[in-house]
Every structure is written in C-alpha cells, then in structure tokens.
C-alpha cells in the first residue's frame, strides 16, 4: 500500500478492474469505518498542504540585511568612530524605518493574496460499512468508494466504477477549456490525464453522475505533486536587487577610495596627525555614500505597487516591479488570459444559409439581422434543439461587473446564449415540449438524444460530433423542408466543417427525429434515419483588448509564446488571429516536446513556436530552457498546471478571478481582472520604475561632488581655508532635501516611446557611464562650481581676502550655509533637469509632477528651518543669509534648467538626423 500511494493514477487505468479491487484491499461495498481510519492515519489528511514558509521574523530581518542595508549598518559606526554620534544615530534610524517600511509593504501584499486554500470539496459521499456515508473530504482515503455529482468538485484520483453522461472540466489541470467526457471503459486519449476512466483531484464534474474508487489522496495526487514541485523551488534573486547588490558593491568601493585617498592627502599634503587624517577619510566615506538611496528605492517600488495594483496588478514582492521592466518573452496561457473563457457560438451552418453571430445579433451576407424566434423554420427549430437537448443552466449575474453563472458545461452555456440572443422564450418552450427521456452523452457515441413530447407527437432531438451524427441521418432540412440526404449534401457539409475546424473552431451537429411511441423507448432504434438540420460552430473567443496588447509587445521587442493545454489546431488559430505568430508559426505538442532533447528545444525557442497539450513540468522544462538562453521571462497561468512555471519564472503571473490558490502561492504577481492586457500594462509601469530609479540615483548622485569639493578645497589649501562644509550639513542634503524630490521622481509618468524600446539589456547596470557622466561630469560638477564659489562669494562680503578666515564664529558658519544653501538650489534645477532623459521637461509640464514641486517647497523650507531655528544652528553649524546672498542662489536654477534644455534639444536633434 506504501507504494499505491505515490503511484500516478493513469498506472491504474488499463487494469481490470478486480485487480484494482485487490491492490486497494476494497470492493464494490466500500471500507468499513475502522479500516478508513486505519488509512488516514497512515495516508494523511487528503488535503493539499502549503510549502514551508519563512517565518515573519525572518521576513522582517531580511528587509536589514541587504547588501544596501549593511553598507548603512556600517557607515553608522563608521560616523560613531568619527565622532559624530548624531550622524550615527541618523543613518541608522533611516535603515530601521526603510526595512519597517519594506516589511510593511510585502506583508500588506502577501496577506492581500492569501485566500481561503480549499482545493477540496468540504463534503463527499462515500461508501462505508456497506452503506452511504457523509464525511468531511480530508477524510477520504484510498480504496474509498466514492460518488460524484454534477457540480462536485472532486476529491482524490480515482478510477471510475460507474457513470452516466459524465463530463469533467479538467482546466485546472490541462488548461483546456471543453470539458472532457469519462467513462467506465479505458480510453487513452490525447495527452496526460486524458484517459477516460480515470478522474483526478481538483478537477469539477460538469455533468452526469458516476461512482469511483479513491487511488490517491493529498499530496500523492496529481494536484498535490504539483503543489509539492512548485513548493520545493527556491526563490530566485530578482534582477533589481542582483543590480542593487552590483550598485553597492561599486558605491562601496568608490567611498573607500576617496576615503583613502583624502586620509593619504591629509597626511603628506596637509600634514594633518594620522588621527585627525583617519576621522577626516572617514567622514568623507560617508559623504559619499547615499544614505537616501535604499529608502527612495523602496518608496519608488511602492508606488509603483499602487500603480500597478489600479491597473488591476497585485504585486506580491516589491523587487518584482522592476523585474516586470525587463520581460523579453512572455509564456502565455491561452484560456482565460488570451480569450474570454466563455465558449460562444459564432456561426450558425444550415443548408439553406450560413450566420456569423455577433453581439449585435445575426449577420447573413453581410447584413446585420435582429433575428427574433419565429421567423425561419429552420433556424427555429435548430435554436430548439440547442436549448432543449441541454442539461445546463445559466444564472443571470447578481450585480453588474459580474458574470453570470454556468451550472453545467460551456458549451451547453453557449447555446442557450445564441438562444437568448433570439429572445427564445425558453420556460414556454419547455413547457410546450417536456421531456421524456435522455439518452446520455458518451465518448464512444459522441451525442446526447432528449425526447419530448408535443401535442401527442413524440420528437427526439440528437446533438453531437458531425462525424458520427452525419452517418445516421438519412434526410436534410433544407429552406424549410424535408428532403433525402444526397453524396453531395455530405460533401459541403464536411466542407463546411473542415473550413471551421482550419480556424480552430468547434462544430456542433443537430439533428431530429419524429417517433412513435415504441421507438422511444430504446436507444439503438431512435438514433437512426434522422434529419439533419445544421451546425453550431463555436469558440473560446479572444478579448477585445488582446489585440493593442500584443501589437504593444512587438512594439517594445517582447517576444510572447503560448504555452497550453489546449489542442495544436485550437492554439495554432488564436496565436495567429490575434497576432502572437504567424501562420507559418511551428506548432509543438507535448508528445513532440518529450521527444526533443535540449538542444532541440533551445534551436526550436529560436523561431516562431506554439505549444500544445503540454505537461505541468514540460512548461516548467520551456521556462527553465529560455532562463538558460538569457531571457527575463514572465510565465502566465491560472491553473495547478501553471504553478511550477509560474514559481520557476521570473515573474509568474497568475489570474485573480479564476486561478487556483496553488497558482495565485507560486506567482509573483496576480491579475485581479485576469487580463493579458494588464500584464503589458504593468510591464510598462516596470519599465517606468526602472527609469525612474536611475532618475533619482542620478539626482542622489550628483550632489556627491559638490559635497566633496569643500574638502579638496580644503586640503589643496593646506588647511588655510577652513571647511567650507560640515558631515552634518553633507547628511542634510543626503537625508533631508533631497529625499522628496527623488521620491517624486519615483512617481515620474512613463516618457513618451518607452514601449518603442526594447527590453534593457541583461547585463546593463544601473549605474552606467551615461549616469556616472551626468552625476559627476555635468550636473555635479557645476553645482561643486557653483557652491565652492558661494562660500568664497560670502566671504568677500565678510571682508575676505583683507581678513583671514577663521574657522569657528558667526562669519564661518553663515559662508558654510552658503555653501548648504548653493547645493539644495543646484538640486532644485537638477530635479527638474532629471525628470526626463531627452523629452523637454517644459513639454511634459514644468509643473505636472506635484511631488517634484512639493518637495522643492519642502526643501526651501527646511533650508529656512536650519538658518532661523536657534537650536537647529547650533546642531546644523548655520547662520541666516543676507539679500546679496540670496539673489545669488534664486539665480541659480533657472540658467541651470535652460542650459539642460539646450542639451537635450541637441540630443533630439542629433538622433533624428540618425534615422
């Protein structure tokens, strides 16, 4: 029995049926009570267990033990061995509430997507003691009997027993959206889990009845290996903190060598004690560490979380924002993310004329008719057959926004819309022709047969596969009358449906029959000599928005495959209608993919590919192949399927409204409105984030020079001029105004052509030479010009050169705020200079981001604060300005704006004369 449990379910299905009996210690009869018991303590609950998950300590602590976050830890004793316990203190109070923050944000966001994980029916019907038992499902165990409803979820893998017109939606599974038909007799079918008589945990019985015997339960089922694969995966590091590590490491090394290069200059230029030379290195080490940058990150990641959450994108992980910027191929599903899930009759096939459905009513050659029941025999009575050969009902939605409710099959669901959309009064009808009698659908037939009675006339109303109704029909109703069936009937009528099934669409055949009342009664003599009257042609159909999406991934170079259960011809038809491949496009199933060895798969990766009928782990196996190959892949699903893909992905997206809870743990980010259009939606905002990301680093950046220059001016002096710049005025610009205008360049709207360009590549840096130019080549270097210069301005009109410069007293510190003072109204331009790489911030609207502008409110006031609040002077080592000083700095932003305008009209310029 040990064995039986981790045995797949399909082993089970060509065995006589008395074997399986005898492997399972069961019968027909059931387990007895103390048996069952036995069992589920051996076997466990027969519920889906959830991976192990960090504990929320170890959550909280991993938000202050990045690289970034340590790199902070050690600048604070860095400024406590300097001396300098309130930078110290300062430092590490922002690298406490980031990492509170960071914690905050992930936790608000895991709990948003933590449902109720009830894979499981509650209840189910099993025999027990030889008789029918009620029992909480996490009870059943194998070699349970067990019976199934239509409507039930099922509880185990199990072999069918018996059944009648049984139909399984195994979606969930497979991701193919028609459910598939079961019977007692062993069919292999296409693809895994498609054998007939065996059922499995997780999937749905969408019609019919039937008994089976539990083969596995839990975590030994097919949906609980699933689960266990995705849970036995380990996180992967996203790119943008893999780059935030990189961008550490490089800040690390950059302050380490200016520190050590001052401490050198100290000592053998300025002469200074090697003690005094070490406090000096280790003040300018902080000065150049952006004490800012880890708390702007992760406010800029939140917002975008906020962002995307109204583009109706829940973000699980903070980091994955970024990740989503960096997509360069994209691992569609197809059932409910490409198309509507909503199987919908788009054709209508009679002998006499041909309808395309729309939503506006019934096209014929081209006219729109607003068709009502009662109009054409033919039509009529193919609508009756629709909808009173039906077993499904369909529940009109409580509220607006939501959909209706299908009790039983899509493909029932479908017909009796295409009814409605005639205004078919179906209760009258039912009424009018109850029924009598059912003849079941089964695989083997193909067809389901009702018969009803009217007015003392018995009809039998036959639906199902062309193939097999078409060889039983002798007679046509054709313009309304009754006619022989000829050859060449046959013929356009399987051209017709070779025609639809070229487009990937399905074909439902209707047929009739009048009886006499001795006919009814056996199946074999009603299903013979019928009337053919037409076909209903149906499809899965594409979303309305599908089609701007996916033109807008081949626009910004994202290459998107889909990867379903579906079938080759089906999946082959909705890539190419809506653009994802052409016609020429290779199809692979999964039979062929099992086949193909790795460097197959990768030369095959390399041109237009579809799969189909694949696997769970053969999902995962194209994943892991195109991670292999350099892509930054993001893998959609909403099924148990989908799950090892999803988690295996960069980002794994799953659908909020009909994903299973296995697929919503294993994503990344989920899709509240199931949506493809989402996704290139919130890879625009990724792309977005990671623009603005390297928009404020360059904003934090370029201070670093005008920061350090008042040292250099003091050591290439000798000491003679006194530090035009104290670490605590360095920390003001780092901690206080500079940090709302880089979080308002965090919220910064998308620049024109960003979907136009194609995804950055894997190796780009965020700190590159076009930033590290800018920051210290450009807007740094004429800001440590234009500051420098204030201190030496104020100076003068303290009576400098006439009087030495002294380094303490009222004079000192009013040149140092100068210096303070220059630097914030450098950052005023830069942040507006920042908001655009080559756009004209006057096009986007000076004054369109209101956080950029608040935060330069902020700043100008905070500058006051510190010039005109004692207490604040003295901590501060500030002063007030006088009016010739501050004309000075209100001249300053507007030249600096203009001059990165002309700058950046030159940069337009030049790459428009390049196309």
């Not at 039912?430 to 037939?445: G, I, N």
């Not at 594409?542 to 259960?565: F, L, Q, S």
Request: with cysteine; net charge neutral; hydrophobic share 45%.
């Amino acid at each position: 029995m040990a064995q039986q449990k981790i045995k797949a379910a399909g082993m089970y299905a060509e065995q006589p049926l008395k074997q399986v009996y005898q492997q399972f210690k069961t019968s027909a009869a059931g387990l007895s009570s103390h048996e069952a018991q036995t069992r589920l303590t051996t076997y466990g609950p027969n519920t889906i267990q959830r991976g192990q998950r960090q504990s929320q300590f170890k959550l909280f602590i991993k938000n202050f033990t990045s690289l970034m976050a340590l790199l902070l830890w050690v600048s604070g004793v860095i400024a406590l061995f300097a001396g300098m316990l309130e930078l110290a203190i300062a430092i590490w109070a922002v690298n406490l509430i980031n990492g509170c923050f960071s914690f905050w944000q992930e936790h608000a966001a895991q709990k948003a997507t933590d449902s109720l994980r009830q894979m499981l029916p509650a209840y189910t019907q099993v025999l027990r003691d030889g008789q029918q038992q009620r029992i909480d499902a996490a009870e059943l165990v194998p070699g349970d009997i067990f019976t199934i409803q239509a409507g039930n979820s099922i509880s185990a893998d199990a072999r069918l027993l018996s059944a009648t017109g049984l139909q399984v939606d195994e979606s969930a599974l497979t991701g193919e959206s028609v459910p598939e038909s079961k019977t007692v007799a062993y069919q292999p079918g296409d693809g895994k889990f498609a054998e007939t008589n065996i059922v499995y945990a997780g999937t749905m019985a969408a019609s019919g009845n039937a008994q089976a015997v539990a083969l596995n339960t839990g975590m030994a089922t097919e949906f609980g290996q699933i689960a266990q694969l995705t849970q036995n995966q380990r996180p992967n590091i996203s790119p943008l903190q893999k780059e935030l590590n990189h961008l550490t490491q490089q800040i690390s090394l950059l302050a380490i060598l200016v520190g050590v290069l001052f401490f050198i200059l100290a000592i053998f230029f300025v002469h200074y004690p090697v003690a005094k030379s070490f406090i000096f290195a280790l003040g300018m080490i902080v000065a150049f560490i952006p004490e800012g940058l880890l708390p702007t990150v992760t406010l800029s990641l939140a917002q975008g979380v906020q962002r995307m959450a109204k583009k109706h994108a829940l973000v699980k992980d903070l980091a994955s924002v970024e990740t989503l910027g960096e997509t360069t191929v994209i691992c569609s599903d197809k059932t409910g993310t490409l198309t509507q899930n909503q199987m919908t009759v788009n054709h209508i096939w009679l002998p006499s004329r041909e309808y395309t459905v729309s939503g506006q009513g019934y096209v014929n050659n081209g006219q729109i008719e607003n068709y009502t029941f009662g109009q054409a025999a033919d039509l009529d009575l193919l609508l009756q057959i629709s909808v009173l050969n039906n077993n499904t009902t369909v529940k009109a939605p409580a509220s607006a926004g939501q959909q209706a409710k299908i009790l039983g099959t899509p493909t029932e669901a479908a017909l009796i819309i295409l009814a409605e959309k005639a205004q078919l009064d179906l209760p009258s009808l039912q009424a009018k022709l109850p029924r009598q009698q059912e003849f079941p659908f089964d695989s083997e037939r193909k067809r389901m047969t009702t018969i009803h009675r009217d007015h003392g006339q018995t009809v039998a109303y036959v639906k199902g596969a062309l193939d097999g109704l078409l060889a039983i029909s002798t007679t046509i109703l054709d313009h309304g009358q009754v006619r022989p069936l000829t050859a060449a009937d046959q013929q356009n009528i399987l051209a017709a449906d070779k025609q639809f099934a070229a487009k990937g669409l399905r074909s439902l055949a209707m047929a009739y029959r009048k009886l006499d009342a001795q006919a009814a009664s056996d199946q074999a003599s009603v299903e013979q000599q019928l009337t053919f009257v037409g076909l209903t042609v149906m499809a899965d159909p594409p979303r309305p928005e599908i089609y701007a999406a996916v033109a807008k991934c081949h626009a910004a170079n994202i290459r998107i495959i889909m990867v379903t259960g579906d079938s080759a011809l089906t999946a082959k038809s909705i890539a190419t209608k809506i653009g994802i491949t052409s016609d020429q496009a290779r199809v692979v199933t999964g039979t062929e993919l099992a086949q193909m060895s790795d460097a197959d798969l990768k030369t095959a990766l390399s041109a237009e590919l579809i799969f189909a009928r694949v696997a769970p782990e053969q999902k995962y196996r194209v994943v892991t192949m195109l991670q292999s190959m350099g892509e930054v892949v993001a893998s959609t699903g909403d099924g148990v399927n989908d799950a090892p893909a999803l988690k295996k992905a960069d980002i794994g997206v799953a659908m909020g409204m009909t994903g299973t809870d296995v697929a919503k743990d294993a994503a990344d980010m989920i899709l509240t409105d199931d949506n493809f259009a989402s996704i290139v939606a919130a890879i625009e905002e990724g792309r977005t984030v990671y623009s603005n990301i390297q928009k404020f680093l360059l904003y934090i950046l370029n201070s670093n020079l005008p920061e350090a220059a008042p040292s250099v001016v003091f050591l290439f002096s000798r000491g003679f001029v006194p530090l035009p710049l104290t670490v605590m005025q360095i920390l003001t610009v780092d901690l206080g105004t500079d940090m709302l205008p880089a979080l308002g360049l965090g919220a910064e709207r998308s620049e024109p052509g960003i979907m136009e360009q194609p995804p950055r590549a894997h190796n780009a840096h965020l700190l590159n030479r076009r930033i590290i130019w800018k920051a210290f080549g450009w807007y740094g270097l004429i800001a440590a010009i234009l500051s420098t210069g204030g201190y030496f301005v104020t100076n003068h009109l303290n009576g400098w050169p006439q009087a030495a410069l002294a380094a303490s007293g009222f004079d000192y510190r009013q040149a140092t705020t100068m210096t303070l003072a220059t630097i914030i109204f450098c950052q005023i331009a830069a942040a507006l200079n920042c908001r655009t790489q080559r756009s004209s911030v006057l096009k986007v609207g000076l004054f369109s981001n209101r956080k950029i502008i608040g935060g330069i409110i902020f700043e100008v006031f905070l500058l006051f604060a510190l010039m005109y609040i004692p207490e604040l002077q003295v901590i501060f080592n500030t002063a007030p300005l006088r009016g010739g000083e501050w004309l000075y700095l209100l001249a300053i932003p507007i030249p600096l704006v203009l001059i990165e305008e002309a700058r950046k009209y030159g940069l337009r310029r030049h790459a428009a004369a390049d196309r």
